[in-house]
Protein backbone atom coordinates (compact mmCIF):
# COMPACT_ATOMS: atom_id res chain seq x y z
CA UNK A 1 0.00 0.00 0.00
CA UNK A 2 1.32 3.80 -0.98
CA UNK A 3 1.76 5.23 2.01
CA UNK A 4 4.05 7.79 4.42
CA UNK A 5 4.60 6.58 7.60
CA UNK A 6 5.65 9.10 10.77
CA UNK A 7 7.28 7.51 14.30
CA UNK A 8 6.29 7.71 16.51
CA UNK A 9 2.63 9.00 16.50
CA UNK A 10 2.88 10.26 20.15
CA UNK A 11 5.16 11.24 22.40
CA UNK A 12 5.88 13.32 25.44
CA UNK A 13 9.56 14.52 26.26
CA UNK A 14 11.48 16.90 28.47
CA UNK A 15 13.25 20.37 27.59
CA UNK A 16 16.15 19.73 25.86
CA UNK A 17 16.03 16.00 25.25
CA UNK A 18 16.90 15.38 21.67
CA UNK A 19 14.56 13.46 19.82
CA UNK A 20 13.85 12.15 16.16
CA UNK A 21 10.89 12.26 14.25
CA UNK A 22 10.97 9.24 11.90
CA UNK A 23 9.06 10.05 8.23
CA UNK A 24 9.41 7.61 5.09
CA UNK A 25 7.40 6.66 2.19
CA UNK A 26 7.34 4.02 -0.22
CA UNK A 27 6.39 5.56 -3.80
CA UNK A 28 10.01 7.01 -4.49
CA UNK A 29 8.81 10.18 -4.33
CA UNK A 30 11.33 13.33 -4.89
CA UNK A 31 9.69 15.77 -2.60
CA UNK A 32 9.10 15.45 0.83
CA UNK A 33 8.06 18.25 3.25
CA UNK A 34 7.46 18.62 7.02
CA UNK A 35 5.14 20.66 8.70
CA UNK A 36 3.80 21.73 12.09
CA UNK A 37 -0.29 22.34 12.99
CA UNK A 38 -0.53 24.72 15.96
CA UNK A 39 -4.01 26.16 16.72
CA UNK A 40 -5.16 29.82 15.38
CA UNK A 41 -2.07 29.48 13.27
CA UNK A 42 -2.86 26.63 11.13
CA UNK A 43 -0.42 24.57 9.22
CA UNK A 44 3.89 25.96 8.63
CA UNK A 45 6.38 24.18 6.61
CA UNK A 46 9.50 23.70 8.37
CA UNK A 47 11.79 22.20 6.25
CA UNK A 48 11.88 20.47 2.52
CA UNK A 49 13.91 18.59 0.21
CA UNK A 50 13.56 18.47 -2.88
CA UNK A 51 16.06 14.99 -3.58
CA UNK A 52 18.55 12.91 -1.87
CA UNK A 53 20.93 15.70 -0.04
CA UNK A 54 19.07 18.10 -0.49
CA UNK A 55 17.11 20.05 2.03
CA UNK A 56 15.98 23.55 1.98
CA UNK A 57 13.93 26.01 4.85
CA UNK A 58 10.85 26.37 5.08
CA UNK A 59 8.98 29.31 7.05
CA UNK A 60 9.36 27.55 10.78
CA UNK A 61 12.90 26.60 10.63
CA UNK A 62 14.62 27.54 14.03
CA UNK A 63 14.93 24.90 16.31
CA UNK A 64 14.65 21.94 14.00
CA UNK A 65 17.21 19.89 11.52
CA UNK A 66 16.49 17.36 9.26
CA UNK A 67 18.64 15.06 6.51
CA UNK A 68 17.86 13.45 3.33
CA UNK A 69 20.01 10.86 2.65
CA UNK A 70 18.07 8.33 1.51
CA UNK A 71 15.23 9.04 -1.01
CA UNK A 72 12.49 7.29 1.34
CA UNK A 73 13.41 8.58 4.17
CA UNK A 74 12.98 12.32 5.81
CA UNK A 75 13.94 12.20 9.94
CA UNK A 76 12.98 15.76 11.44
CA UNK A 77 15.84 16.00 14.70
CA UNK A 78 14.97 18.33 17.52
CA UNK A 79 18.25 18.82 19.26
CA UNK A 80 17.26 20.41 21.79
CA UNK A 81 13.57 20.75 22.25
CA UNK A 82 11.52 23.65 24.09
CA UNK A 83 7.79 23.55 25.20
CA UNK A 84 7.13 25.80 21.88
CA UNK A 85 7.64 22.93 19.99
CA UNK A 86 4.59 21.10 21.57
CA UNK A 87 2.51 20.68 18.06
CA UNK A 88 0.95 18.19 15.60
CA UNK A 89 3.35 17.45 13.04
CA UNK A 90 3.08 16.02 9.30
CA UNK A 91 5.45 14.85 7.20
CA UNK A 92 4.13 14.73 3.65
CA UNK A 93 5.47 13.57 -0.01
CA UNK A 94 5.17 14.47 -3.53
CA UNK A 95 6.28 12.68 -7.00
CA UNK A 96 8.06 15.07 -8.14
CA UNK A 97 10.35 18.42 -7.40
CA UNK A 98 10.13 20.59 -10.15
CA UNK A 99 7.29 23.22 -10.56
CA UNK A 100 3.96 22.59 -11.28
CA UNK A 101 1.05 20.61 -9.64
CA UNK A 102 2.10 17.87 -7.77
CA UNK A 103 -0.45 15.29 -5.43
CA UNK A 104 0.78 15.71 -1.71
CA UNK A 105 0.22 12.41 -0.24
CA UNK A 106 0.29 13.28 4.22
CA UNK A 107 1.41 10.64 6.97
CA UNK A 108 -0.64 10.21 10.28
CA UNK A 109 1.00 12.86 11.99
CA UNK A 110 2.75 13.05 15.54
CA UNK A 111 1.68 14.49 18.52
CA UNK A 112 5.10 16.09 20.36
CA UNK A 113 4.50 17.33 23.84
CA UNK A 114 7.70 18.94 25.14
CA UNK A 115 7.53 19.71 29.46
CA UNK B 1 -2.19 39.71 5.51
CA UNK B 2 -2.04 36.25 4.93
CA UNK B 3 -0.79 34.66 1.91
CA UNK B 4 -3.80 32.68 1.71
CA UNK B 5 -7.15 33.61 3.21
CA UNK B 6 -10.37 31.41 3.62
CA UNK B 7 -14.25 31.91 4.81
CA UNK B 8 -15.58 31.49 6.19
CA UNK B 9 -13.38 29.99 9.26
CA UNK B 10 -16.83 27.81 10.95
CA UNK B 11 -19.81 26.88 9.36
CA UNK B 12 -22.72 24.84 10.57
CA UNK B 13 -25.56 23.87 8.37
CA UNK B 14 -28.09 20.93 7.94
CA UNK B 15 -27.68 17.73 6.52
CA UNK B 16 -28.64 18.28 2.85
CA UNK B 17 -27.78 21.92 2.39
CA UNK B 18 -25.49 22.93 -0.14
CA UNK B 19 -22.15 23.60 1.16
CA UNK B 20 -19.63 26.48 -0.29
CA UNK B 21 -16.07 27.23 0.92
CA UNK B 22 -14.12 30.33 -0.44
CA UNK B 23 -10.18 30.22 -0.47
CA UNK B 24 -8.38 33.63 -1.83
CA UNK B 25 -4.29 33.72 -2.40
CA UNK B 26 -2.22 36.69 -3.36
CA UNK B 27 0.45 34.75 -4.82
CA UNK B 28 1.93 33.17 -8.64
CA UNK B 29 0.94 29.46 -7.73
CA UNK B 30 1.87 26.38 -9.69
CA UNK B 31 -1.13 24.46 -7.72
CA UNK B 32 -3.67 24.65 -5.37
CA UNK B 33 -4.87 21.84 -3.12
CA UNK B 34 -7.76 21.54 -0.74
CA UNK B 35 -7.46 19.19 2.22
CA UNK B 36 -9.89 17.67 4.76
CA UNK B 37 -8.90 17.20 8.44
CA UNK B 38 -10.83 14.80 10.27
CA UNK B 39 -11.07 14.98 14.04
CA UNK B 40 -8.48 12.61 15.14
CA UNK B 41 -5.63 14.90 12.78
CA UNK B 42 -5.27 12.35 9.32
CA UNK B 43 -4.97 15.03 6.28
CA UNK B 44 -6.56 13.82 2.83
CA UNK B 45 -6.10 15.28 -0.09
CA UNK B 46 -9.73 16.16 -2.36
CA UNK B 47 -8.77 18.02 -5.05
CA UNK B 48 -4.97 19.29 -6.85
CA UNK B 49 -6.42 22.38 -9.18
CA UNK B 50 -4.04 24.66 -11.46
CA UNK B 51 -7.17 25.64 -13.92
CA UNK B 52 -10.62 24.96 -14.32
CA UNK B 53 -13.15 22.49 -12.49
CA UNK B 54 -13.08 18.94 -10.97
CA UNK B 55 -15.65 16.87 -9.39
CA UNK B 56 -15.68 13.85 -6.98
CA UNK B 57 -18.83 12.47 -6.17
CA UNK B 58 -20.54 15.21 -4.31
CA UNK B 59 -17.43 17.71 -3.84
CA UNK B 60 -16.62 20.34 -6.91
CA UNK B 61 -13.92 22.44 -6.99
CA UNK B 62 -13.54 25.06 -8.62
CA UNK B 63 -9.96 28.12 -9.35
CA UNK B 64 -10.17 31.04 -11.36
CA UNK B 65 -6.51 31.78 -11.62
CA UNK B 66 -7.13 35.93 -12.79
CA UNK B 67 -8.79 36.29 -9.24
CA UNK B 68 -6.78 34.18 -7.40
CA UNK B 69 -9.69 32.56 -6.30
CA UNK B 70 -10.93 29.02 -5.79
CA UNK B 71 -14.59 27.85 -4.05
CA UNK B 72 -14.64 24.16 -2.37
CA UNK B 73 -18.59 23.02 -2.66
CA UNK B 74 -20.10 20.21 -1.19
CA UNK B 75 -23.91 18.89 -2.49
CA UNK B 76 -26.08 17.32 -0.69
CA UNK B 77 -24.18 17.30 2.89
CA UNK B 78 -23.89 14.71 5.54
CA UNK B 79 -22.85 14.86 8.84
CA UNK B 80 -20.18 12.48 7.97
CA UNK B 81 -18.91 15.11 6.10
CA UNK B 82 -18.18 17.41 8.80
CA UNK B 83 -14.58 18.11 9.45
CA UNK B 84 -11.38 21.53 8.64
CA UNK B 85 -11.47 21.70 5.26
CA UNK B 86 -7.82 23.24 4.57
CA UNK B 87 -6.70 25.08 1.53
CA UNK B 88 -3.35 25.25 0.19
CA UNK B 89 -1.00 26.82 -2.71
CA UNK B 90 2.01 25.64 -3.91
CA UNK B 91 4.38 28.48 -5.43
CA UNK B 92 8.06 28.01 -5.96
CA UNK B 93 8.81 25.09 -3.87
CA UNK B 94 6.68 25.66 -0.57
CA UNK B 95 3.16 24.82 0.59
CA UNK B 96 1.33 27.55 2.28
CA UNK B 97 -1.85 27.08 3.95
CA UNK B 98 -5.01 28.69 4.66
CA UNK B 99 -6.74 28.91 8.49
CA UNK B 100 -8.96 26.01 7.57
CA UNK B 101 -12.92 26.08 7.58
CA UNK B 102 -14.48 24.08 10.29
CA UNK B 103 -17.40 22.68 8.87
CA UNK B 104 -20.08 20.77 10.78
CA UNK B 105 -22.99 18.99 9.32
CA UNK B 106 -25.99 18.27 11.89
CA UNK B 107 -28.88 15.43 11.19
Known amino acids: EAQVTQNPRYLITVTGKKLTVTCSQNMNHEYMSWYRQDPGLGLRQIYY???????DKGDVPEGYKVSRKEKRNFPLILESPSPNQTSLYFC??????????????FGPGTRLTVT | KNEVEQSPQNLTAQEGEFITINCSYS?????LHWLQQHPGGGIVSLFM???GKKKHGRLIATINIQEKHSSLHITASHPRDSAVYICAVRYSQKLVFGQGTRLTINP
Open chain 1, 92 to 105: ASSPNAGEGPHEQY
Open chain 1, 49 to 55: SMNVEVT
Open chain 2, 49 to 51: LSS
Open chain 2, 27 to 31: VGISA
